[in-house]
C-alpha cells in the first residue's frame, strides 16, 4: 500500500497562506488523495480530496501534477485556530475504500 | 455537524476488565466501518473493517479475540476491548462514511485509560 510522507512540523503566522505539501510516489491508478485536520484529542476532519489537477472549496485548495506522485494543502489567510495536525492519507477507491495515514504536519500558527 | 458519534469520549478502567465503544453513524447507513487506534503523537493506525452483517476484517497483529467487533446494524458498530491491559491504553477512532463518492468522516474518539 502506498506510503505518504510529510514535513514533520511548519510554523506560520496569522494571515499567512500555508502550503502543505505531501508525497505520495507509489500511489495507485485508484487512489485518491485525502487532506485531513486534527486537533488533539479529536477525530481527524475532512479538509478536501482530489484525483489529478486543482480542487477548491470553502476552506483549502488542493494542487496536484499530472504525475500525482505529490500534492500539496493551500491554506489562505490561516488563524491561530488552524494550529493542529494535518494528514493526506491517500484513499483506496476500491471495495476496501482503506485509508493509510502517515505521520503528519504539526502546523503552528503563531499571532 | 457530526456524522458520525462515539460514546464513550473518554473511560478508564482497571486491568483486567472489558470495555465496549460504540460508533453510530447519523442519519446514514453504513455496510463498512472502520476502527483506528492512535497513541500520543504518532499517526492512525487501522485495526479492523467492520463489515454489517459480517465478520470484521482485522489488520496484520491485531488480535481478534482481543479487540471483538459487532456490526449488528447499519448505524453501529461496537469495539470491545476485552482484559484490558495498561498498554491497550489509547485513543480509538472511528470512520464511517455515506457512500463511495463521499469522504471517510470520523467519530470524535475514546481515549482508553487502563489502569
Known amino acids: 500500500l502506498a506510503k505518504t510522507t510529510q514535513p514533520i512540523s511548519m510554523d506560520s503566522y496569522e494571515g499567512q497562506e500555508v502550503n502543505i505539501t505531501c508525497s505520495h510516489n507509489n500511489i495507485a491508478t485508484n487512489d485518491y488523495i485525502t487532506w485531513y485536520q486534527q486537533f488533539p484529542s479529536q477525530g481527524p476532519r475532512f479538509i478536501i480530496q482530489?484525483?489529478?489537477?486543482?480542487v477548491t472549496n470553502e476552506v483549502a485548495s488542493l494542487f496536484i501534477p499530472a504525475d500525482r506522485k505529490s500534492s500539496t494543502l493551500s491554506l489562505p489567510r490561516v488563524s491561530l485556530s488552524d494550529t493542529a495536525v494535518y494528514y493526506c492519507?491517500?484513499?483506496?477507491?476500491?471495495?476496501?475504500?482503506?485509508?493509510?495515514w502517515g505521520l503528519g504536519t504539526s502546523l503552528a500558527v503563531n499571532p | 455537524g457530526a456524522v458520525v458519534s462515539q460514546h464513550p469520549s473518554w473511560v478508564i478502567c482497571k486491568s483486567g476488565t472489558s470495555v465496549k465503544i460504540e460508533c453510530r453513524s447519523l442519519?446514514?447507513?453504513?455496510?463498512?466501518m472502520f476502527w483506528y487506534r492512535q497513541f500520543p503523537k504518532q499517526s492512525l493506525m487501522l485495526m479492523a473493517t467492520?463489515?454489517?452483517?459480517?465478520?470484521?476484517?482485522?489488520e496484520q497483529g491485531v488480535e481478534k479475540d482481543k479487540f471483538l467487533i459487532n456490526h449488528a446494524s447499519l448505524t453501529l458498530s461496537t469495539l470491545t476491548v476485552t482484559s484490558a491491559h495498561p498498554e491497550d491504553s489509547s485513543f480509538y477512532i472511528c470512520?464511517?462514511?455515506?457512500?463511495?463518492?463521499?469522504?471517510?468522516?470520523f467519530g470524535n474518539g475514546t481515549r482508553l485509560t487502563v489502569t
Open positions: 442519519d446514514f447507513q453504513a455496510t463498512t
Open positions: 482530489g484525483y489529478k489537477t486543482k
Open positions: 470512520s464511517a462514511n455515506r457512500d463511495s463518492d463521499s469522504p471517510l468522516h
Open positions: 492519507p491517500l484513499l483506496n477507491a476500491g471495495n476496501n475504500r482503506k485509508l493509510i
Open positions: 467492520s463489515n454489517e452483517g459480517s465478520k470484521a476484517t482485522y
